[in-house]
């Protein structure tokens, strides 16, 4: 892949299920990587330990245990690391939580995010690749969902924290002329994957022979994103230049893309998939729809396909088999 070689990075969220593997590939590349984490308990931390660990010992990385809505520590790992680029996953993730634990969105979404934009301006960083959410469409009927969709409906605060991000992004961007790109993520599934997203939870639950909670009695669409793929579109996009369109905006060099699979499927469909991949039938348990759920979600790639060649190859069933026997792995499952 095309890209300058060596380039310094700072990546926050390392401990993270996404951080984790864009790490390890980018080191892969000849890159060197700073990670950052606060290793916080959302869930589990020891999983967040093992990844860390899996990725300690290789070249070129480093790792810094800081929580980034800390403002003196951001500013402070900004002026030891002096990146290059910066590619930010950190955050407080998870729709349901958002209604629970609102504060831990505002310091780590919203404080961390403006920490974050505020080190890259002070260091003159190149370019912020950041995380934000295929949330930021709220509940729509009009699929698939394209960047140039209005998304000022947020049904969680999760979600609108992210919108957030990108409206600071742009005005970052439009003040002081440095580069932004937002990556609007799609479901991610895969090894190492989080154990609050439906993969795991339906994995865990059909091993234990425990009943798997289908919400909204499993007419939910998710167009679920393998790993791999992802870690593809975030390298293509942290090591090019970013391309924003000179034609309006005042040039302004922010950017938002989705990244996701473009082909949703339905709940009950991951589920009968999975029981086949593993093996054994699921206990059904059909619930109603959750406050701050979306009914479907569908990405319109073909922003991130034209300007950065962007084509998801990994099919349901291909990343549920890689996540399955990585859960067999990890869990030592025979
Ligand atoms: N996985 C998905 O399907 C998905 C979908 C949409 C958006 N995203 C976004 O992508 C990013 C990565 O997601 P993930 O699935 O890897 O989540 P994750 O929860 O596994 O990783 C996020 C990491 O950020 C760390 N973190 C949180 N607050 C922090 C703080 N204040 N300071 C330092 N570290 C902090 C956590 O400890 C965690 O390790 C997040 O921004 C998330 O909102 C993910």
């Known amino acids: 892949m095309a890209g300058p070689t060596g380039t310094r990075f700072l990546l926050t969220g390392v401990a993270g299920f996404i951080g984790m593997h864009v790490a390890r590939s980018l080191i892969a590349e000849g890159h060197e990587v700073h990670g950052v984490d606060s290793v916080n308990d959302y869930y589990d931390p020891e999983l967040k330990r093992a990844r860390l660990a899996e990725i300690a010992n290789l070249p070129r990385y480093s790792f810094i245990e800081t929580d980034l809505s800390d403002k003196a520590k951001t500013a402070e790992l900004f002026e030891t690391v002096r990146p290059a680029r910066v590619v930010h996953l950190a955050a407080q993730a998870g729709v ?10 505002a310091d780590s979404n919203v404080l961390g995010f403006l920490n974050i934009l505020e080190g890259c301006r002070t260091s003159a960083v190149e370019h912020l690749v950041y995380a934000s959410s295929s949330s930021v469409y ?9 960047t140039e969709d209005r998304a000022d409906h947020p049904v969680s605060l999760y979600a609108a924290t992210k919108r957030a991000n990108e409206l600071m992004a742009y005005s970052y961007s439009h003040l002081f002329r440095f580069p932004t790109t937002g990556l609007r993520f799609f479901t991610v599934y895969g090894p190492w994957g989080r154990p609050d997203m439906a993969v795991y939870l339906f994995t865990k639950a059909i091993f234990e022979g425990k009943p798997v909670k289908l919400f ?22 942290a090591l090019s230049d970013p391309k924003f369109d000179r034609s309006d905006d005042g040039h302004v060099p922010a950017k938002v893309y989705n990244i996701g699979n473009s082909n949703p499927e339905k709940l009950l469909d991951l589920v009968g998939t999975l029981e ?17 759920d979306v009914y479907r979600t569908f990405a319109d790639i073909s922003d991130l396909q034209r300007d950065f060649g962007f084509a998801p190859s990994t099919s349901l069933r291909e990343g549920l088999e890689r996540f399955v026997a990585w859960y067999r792995k990890y869990h030592g499952i025979v």
């Open 138 to 146: 709220g509940d729509r009927n009009t699929v698939p969902y394209s």
């Open 216 to 237: 909204n009695n499993g007419d939910t669409w998710r167009d679920y994103t393998f790993i791999d793929d992802i870690v593809e579109g975030v390298k293509r996009v």
């Open 276 to 292: 086949e991949v593993i093996g054994k039938k699921a206990v059904r348990e059909m619930h109603p729809a959750q406050p701050g």
């Open 96 to 105: 349901r939580y958002s209604l629970e634990n609102p504060h831990a969105y």
